[in-house]
């Protein structure tokens, strides 16, 4: 039988997934196994979060036809537009998603990790709007380079925990989320910003994220021929490409940032660089010692720092379904740039990276390309000019 | 050794843990003559990993300082060859560093060096028992599961028929070293007396004096000390002796 690319009913995909969580966590991650289909397949709940999607979010975004982008490489380019979502990235599809299943199972308190802030923003957000306690868990080091977030948290009523530990940026702050759900393990939910962790979450947050190849399909009236999406964690991109893995007509690019360079030791190309290892309670591909040690990534964009990926991910690549490449922090630098001169739209430093992948690519005057612009870079402001001197 | 101790039915047993490595990267042979010299029942040897989950910041510091100190699974081993103590060696890892290093190999290297069991407290029973039974079982080692407050009653008997050295409790729902007080756990350690459980069950978490000790043995075993010893050795310049005078005030209360 052919692989349909998901999850199975294990909690694996291939080699990769699973739950490697301590016995604390058992009970927290089984409840969520047991419900979260039902939960989210329920029509009261699928009506509520299309509502929300529409009337709150601003879905469906625009697939916007970016005519000088297109003129200078030649071919067609089409930019989905997650950065016109309500809070500035697709991460608000999944806060929403999560926070509406959080209220079905009876939890009161939120508590999330975040490394750009645009996950803090939309779980902040979210919790706000619910009237939920919210709890965001961000690095020290995140906390200085992207702090229009760090204020919005906490105008939207979050407390917001600086995490000193280890990298200081997004493995710690999720270490440290982890943590706090072991200790409190009755009323809170973790909102999972990415496609990582322990199953369900993977599955969960692509089913959040799918909307945006749901709606990709429907833009368009016949399908691309290449979509784009940066990878961190990799919500962003399973989310553009859910609906079209099983058309192996779309070619489907995932583009990991390389930091200094994808030979250098300041980098967080983990596809590119890591080996099979356990992170986060989750079996994927890890930048790591030969000791099993978690290496310190490096991006210039907060929320591509992370030495892990989506066990997806890890298994898309093995089966070579989707191409990964990798992006500099330079080559994500100039192509935000050029993105906010030639199209007028300031995009994250996350999104550059899919951007910037437009120069690698041999394109045909008849391709259809979609990029998948997941964030706007207001937050990156303070980078985008700093670097620009 | 491990084995015989449970068999024995000795009680109560008193387990200490400690971050290989930590506080330099020579003190395992130190610690382990110290516990030795202290009649400690058995010892879990940690392997410092730079994502400790389940611990909170008095191991998690333990951890990173030992890396900092050059301590790799191969050095682990090559003090533990070197240790004469006959004290059962029980190792704590997170999954990660085994499956990386490779498990049979880590499976040889346990069983030469006289380690009766491992607790991997992030490798849910499950997995264990569909993947990586097998390769313990012929090397003769004994995997340790953890229970906690949330476990339900089936749970907890299926986890004690596939266990064969004894249980690990987790006092309350909390990370190591948090502080929470073990003394208010009757109910659950009462539970789990009452069930009548064919392995003996040890408690850990939290579990910081001579009275803690007391409380919790009241129920079970056993009782396991890991961040209050670590906090102990920290700024230790004589590990031996200091390893010594904590495991006296932990059996007499005083310090």
Known sequence: MRDNYQVNDSGFYGDFGGAFVPEMLYHNIQELKDNYSRIICDATFQRELSNLLQQYVGRPTPLYFAGRLSHYYKTNIYLKREDLCHTGAHKINNALGQILLAKRLNKSRIIAETGAGQHGVATATACALMNMTCCIYMGEKDIQRQAPNVARMKLLGAHIVSVSSGS???????????????????????IIGSVVGPHPYPDMVAKFQSIISLEIKKQLNRPPTHIIACVGGGSNAIGAFYHFLQDEEVMLIGVEASGEGVSSNKTAATLARGTQGVLHACMTKVLQTADGQVIEPHSISAGLDYPGIGPQHAHLHQLKRVDYGHITDKEALEAAHFLSRKEGIIPALESAHALAYLNKMKLQRTDRVVVNLSGRGDKDLDTLTKENK | MLDELIESGKSPLLNIYFTAGFPTLDSIGEIMRGLERANVDIVEIGIPYSD?????????????????????????????????????????????????????????????NAIGGVIFPDLPIEIYQEKYRTLFEKYNIAPIFLITPQTSEK????????????????SSSSTTGKGKNVQLAHDYLSRLRDMELKNPIMVGFN???????????????????????????????????????FIESVKTGRL
């Open chain 2, 207 to 245: 579990i910081s004096s001579k009275s803690d000790f007391d409380f919790v043995t009241h129920y079970a075993s056993g009782g396991i000390i890991g961040s209050a010893f670590i906090r102990h050795i920290t700024d230790s310049t004589s590990i031996e002796e200091d390893t010594i005078k």
């Open chain 1, 168 to 190: 200081k940026t997004l493995k710690d702050a999720t270490n440290e989320a982890i943590r706090d759900w072991i200790n409190n393990p009755t009323d809170t939910h973790y």
């Open chain 2, 52 to 112: 400790p989950l389940s611990d909170g910041p008095t191991i998690q510091n333990s951890h990173a300082a030992a890396i900092k100190n050059g301590i790799t699974i191969d050095l682990i081993f090559e003090h533990l060859s070197h240790c004469s103590s006959r004290i059962p060696r029980i190792i704590m890892g997170y999954f990660n560093s085994i499956f990386v290093y490779g498990i049979e190999r880590f499976c040889k290297k346990c069983h030469e």
């Open chain 2, 155 to 170: 749970r907890i008997r299926y986890i004690d028929s596939c266990s064969s050295t004894f249980i690990y409790a987790v």
